[in-house]
């Protein structure tokens, strides 16, 4: 622990620590370009440079390649230094373009900040100044390498954090070039933290460009709401239209960066179809006459039939507040049909997920610092993006990787690969809960049992389940092997990938409650006659849609509350316009049970680039906003309860009332979120797993989640709309001899939920005997629901 | 001696007074005779048009930034050339103070500041102006200056081919 002394004020660092960092203990802003963080210092800008006056080094230094030592005097602000700063400034802007006032860097650009504070106004050097010809980097990045300064920030980030490869460094001396070999959209999943780590305005978010000014966005901080991981973001919307999401920093969860699915996902916000007014009977109504007309029709529906016949659904995408002010209505309404999740075996997967051991829970942070992980059925890219970046952290630090999944996964790092069926996922199981053992029966188990030594070997070991692939009774043997795999001062930690944002805050509320499958058999038998779904999409997330669609057509009434134009929004009685994430404020929990908060961005309104009409807004003075009719789902519950909608009590209430959500009222949406306080009851009973059995000529249907088009709220993202694939089916190459199929031709599938014309792909690193398809929303493969019990299914030439 | 200086100070208004009945007047007869202000009088605003004849504004939003009173909005759009423009710009004049700050903070010498004085109106969506009646013919002040011809990002001309740039890099090459 070294101590040493900054601008005559001492700070005590650990060991290594660089005085850059130590600085900024002191609240001491050296000035950068190329050092970031996340990673690592080069030493490539020379702008840190501060002065040593006494210790090990003297003279001027790069702080951010000097080690912090006992015994050092540093001057960070001394004449010479400045003076330093102030010519390598000037050096930079030699070649730097004067295109502020067309960058969309300008305003948050590093070397705008420094170029001002160092006093450099005039360029003394009158030769030519260097250009390059752009690339087109795809639909995400822009790139003006005219305004390169030569960090190497980017190149750091694609390939050596994000394992990129197709963008690099190309070139000499002062020509280098910062792109790929030629144009063509950059590959990686994870491209659009360039935009985030670019300190100029080389690398630019597409999505964005020539939208706003950063200054004036409206900015507040938020979390991701694409997948069950809850990173930190920053939206930023200006004229009611939310523009863009920038990673926020939180050490416990994404770090500094996120994927391009929760980047570029938020255009759901300003889709045109955006259901935005409350309608009875698909008639457009105001809130009043909706609010009334709901309540006496269930009024009715109560008294002709009793308060059992109104059934309740939430989802993974509600908030904590909704969902607790949903159960709090149920008990209200007399009603204990209450469901938080329309996906029955996801619902019991995330039950039994929500019981773990919180000292055994593992944060992305955990993950980065793992030693061993073992995945097993999990698809980290395509169910929860920064798992694997985080994966590739751990990998880079010498971590092991092993996967077994039936999938061909791909992962942005060297892993060990068993491609495993997923019916033999009991038996790995058993083999590893059973450690230091040597009778198995099977193969399988003889896997399972080696990993589960190695996990015992490792020095933090984790787990990471799939709750699809393994089912209810899979994430609670895998939660088995952990606990058998786990030693008193090393415990075995695990991480499940769940179905949604809130998908743990569902399952803490619903404790013992029924699944959906009980209200379902409810409504098909005529007991329930009402259904209220709170950004619930039923008919879409039920498994088996023909039945859900029998189900929902038999009810007497259907509200639904919701902010997207979903199937069953096309199907309600009663529709109520609900605000997104970025317009709300509220609550989500994570997959390791992370309490985080997010706060307002904007209020909600039909953006002013949608309602300008000709070539200017409107000209009329009006105090009605066009479109801003959305409430807040918890809002809404409060008035139908004859609450205030006062966030603050609500917050303290849950509190009081279930004291798993201690600290729930301090929590601040810019801090590092907080783990719930004591686990879930493990759900009492769990339904069966009822496998089909497949025959000699057919396959085993798997659906699995896509990193784009599967998730509800992204797929309906016009820029990553133009990224789903064409729906295909993937098979083994056997099974492609085996039914005598090419390659990319059309293939016949026929599934439980109908015949599919597909193009076939036929992919070597999977299991023989399955054949697997994509979650695609909006298109044919629409009704097939990943999550469910292996299905049969044909496959045939056209 | 107090006495001497109040009667001087009673005495000596009425003699300007007196003066001035017998000299020309200073007002003329707004509006059938008019003023000519200074040229550098802050009045009316402009968009001035470059030498190239195409619009300077590049809704960089400097201007909105620097307005004290706020009324100044754009929208920002790119054309297919990479040119940037602004989709709609409104000034709303019945909030306007004439400062001139964005007329200083413009890069582009789009906004400036005109002798035009007439503004009054009974009608109050008059003095809100968009880029049509903003928008002039000619380059007003700096007849020379074009911002895209010195910017460095090759919108006006190819990359490397306006003054003071070198031709793009060969990023093949390595060659000295």
């Given at each position: ?65 000097t080690p912090a030592k006992d015994g050092m005097v540093v001057d960070t602000g001394s004449a010479e230094v400045l003076?330093?700063r102030a010519q390598v400034i000037e050096w930079l802007m030699t070649n730097h373009p004067h295109d502020c006032p ?697 | ?176």
């Amino acid at each position: 622990m070294p101590t040493l002394i900054i601008d005559n004020q001492t700070v005590t660092v650990p060991e290594g620590t660089n005085v850059l960092e130590a600085a900024k203990r002191l609240g001491i802003e050296i000035p950068h370009f190329c050092y970031h963080e996340a990673l690592g210092s080069v030493g490539a800008c020379r702008l840190c440079a501060v002065e040593f006056r006494e210790g090990p080094v003297k003279g001027i230094q790069m702080s951010c390649m000097t080690p912090a030592k006992d015994g050092m005097v540093v001057d960070t602000g001394s004449a010479e230094v400045l003076a330093y700063r102030a010519q390598v400034i000037e050096w930079l802007m030699t070649n730097h373009p004067h295109d502020c006032p067309v960058c969309d860097e300008g305003g948050e650009c590093q070397l705008q900040d420094m170029t001002v504070a160092g006093g450099h106004g005039i360029r003394r050097y009158t030769g030519p100044k260097r250009t390059y010809q752009n690339q087109n980097l795809g639909p995400f990045i822009v790139h003006e390498m005219n305004r390169c300064i030569q960090c190497y920030r980017c190149v750091r980030t694609y390939q050596d954090y994000c394992g990129g490869t197709d963008f690099g460094v190309l070139g000499s001396r002062q020509r280098l070039y910062f792109g790929r070999f030629s144009d063509g959209p950059l590959e990686s999943p994870f491209a659009g933290n360039l935009v985030d780590v670019c300190p100029t305005g080389v690398l630019t978010d597409k999505t964005y460009r020539f939208k706003s000014r950063v200054w004036d966005l409206q900015e507040a901080p938020s979390i991701c709401p694409h997948c069950s991981l809850g990173c930190a973001v920053t939206p930023g919307a200006r004229y009611r239209q939310l523009q863009r999401r920038r990673a926020r920093l939180n050490n416990q969860t994404n770090g500094h960066f996120i994927c391009d699915r929760g980047r570029f996902g938020y255009g759901y916000a300003n889709h045109p179809d955006r259901p935005r007014y409350p309608l009875v009977g698909h008639r457009r109504v105001t809130w009043q006459e909706a609010l009334a007309a709901m309540q006496s029709k269930l009024q009715e529906l109560g008294e002709l039939f009793g308060s059992g016949s109104i059934g309740l659904l939430t989802s993974s995408r509600a908030t904590l507040e909704t969902q607790f002010l949903t159960k709090r209505w149920a008990a209200a309404l007399g009603s204990d049909q209450l469901c938080f999740e329309a996906h029955p075996r996801r619902d019991f997967a995330s039950r039994v997920a929500a019981s773990q051991q919180l000292d055994r829970s593992a944060s992305l942070e955990d993950v980065r610092n793992c030693d061993l992980a073992v995945l097993i059925g999990a698809d980290p890219l395509s169910e929860a993006p920064m798992l694997a970046l985080a994966l590739r952290q751990a990998a880079r630090r010498g971590a092991r990787i092993v996967i077994v999944d039936p999938r061909p996964v791909v992962l942005p790092v060297a892993f060990e690969r068993h491609a495993v069926s997923v019916d033999k996922f009991s038996q790995l199981l058993r083999g590893l809960g059973r450690p230091q053992q040597g009778d198995f029966s099977s193969s399988m188990e003889e896997l399972g049992g080696s990993l589960a030594n190695a996990l015992l070997a490792a020095q933090r070991p984790l787990l990471i389940g799939g709750t699809d692939l393994l089912g209810p009774q899979g994430t609670q043997a895998l939660q088995h092997a952990a606990k058998a795999c786990s030693q008193p001062e090393k415990p075995c930690r695990t991480m499940f990938m769940l179905t949604g944002p809130n998908s743990f805050g569902g399952a803490l509320l619903s404790a013992n409650g029924p699944g959906f499958d009980s209200l379902m058999e409810g409504m098909e038998q005529g007991r329930i006659k009402a259904l209220l779904c709170f950004e619930a999409d039923p008919l879409a997330d039920y498994p088996d849609r023909k039945r859900s669609r029998a189900a929902l057509a038999r009810l007497d009434m259907l509200a639904v509350f919701d902010c997207a134009a979903t199937a069953t929004v096309q199907e309600s009685d009663f529709f109520f316009p609900t605000t997104t994430v970025e317009e709300s404020v509220g609550t989500l929990i994570n997959n390791e049970g992370r309490m985080q908060t997010f706060e307002q961005v904007f209020s909600a309104g039909t953006p002013l680039a949608e309602s300008a009409s000709g070539s200017h807004p409107p000209r009329f003075f009006t105090r009605d906003i066009p479109g801003s009719e959305p409430q807040s789902a918890w809002g809404i519950l409060s008035a139908l309860m004859g609450r205030s909608a006062d966030l603050d009590a609500l917050r303290r209430e849950i509190e009081k009332n279930d004291h798993r959500f201690a600290g729930l009222s301090q929590l601040k949406a810019n801090g590092e979120g907080r783990r719930i306080a004591i686990p879930s009851q493990h759900p009492e009973s769990l339904p069966l797993n009822i496998a089909s059995s497949i025959g000699s000529d057919q396959l085993q249907l798997l659906v699995t989640e896509t990193l784009y088009g599967s998730e509800l709220l992204s797929s309906l993202s016009p820029c990553l709309q133009e990224l789903i694939p064409a729906p295909f089916v993937t098979v083994h190459p056997q099974d492609a001899t085996r039914f005598k199929l090419e390659e990319g031709k059309k293939v016949l599938l026929g599934t439980p939920m109908g015949d599919l014309t597909l193009t076939l792909r036929i992919e070597g690193d999977m299991v023989p005997g399955v054949a697997i398809v994509p979650r695609l929303r909006g298109t044919v493969l629409e009704p097939l629901v990943p999550g469910t019990e292996s299905l049969p299914c044909r496959i045939e030439k056209v | 001696m107090s006495l001497w200086r109040d009667i001087r100070g009673t005495i000596l208004p009425f003699w300007v007074t007196l003066r001035y009945l017998f000299r020309r007047p200073v007002t003329v007869c707004y509006p059938e005779r008019k003023q000519i202000p200074a040229p550098r009088y802050r009045g009316r605003l402009i968009l001035t048009r470059d030498p190239d004849g195409e619009e300077r504004c590049v809704a960089c939003h400097l201007c909105s930034a620097a307005c004290p009173v706020d009324c100044i909005s754009m929208q920002a759009a790119e054309r297919e050339d990479g040119r940037r423009y602004a989709a709609w710009f409104r000034i709303n004049f019945s909030r306007c103070i004439f400062c001139g700050l964005c007329t200083e903070a413009c890069p582009t010498l789009a906004l400036q500041m005109t002798a035009e004085y007439e503004l009054a109106t009974r009608e109050l969506l008059q003095v809100v102006c968009e880029k049509e009646e903003l928008l002039i013919d000619g380059c007003g002040k700096n007849d020379q200056y074009n911002f895209y011809r010195l910017a460095g990002i090759g919108v006006a001309a190819p990359r490397g081919s306006n003054p003071g740039e070198s031709p793009p890099v060969d990023i093949r090459s390595n060659l000295p």
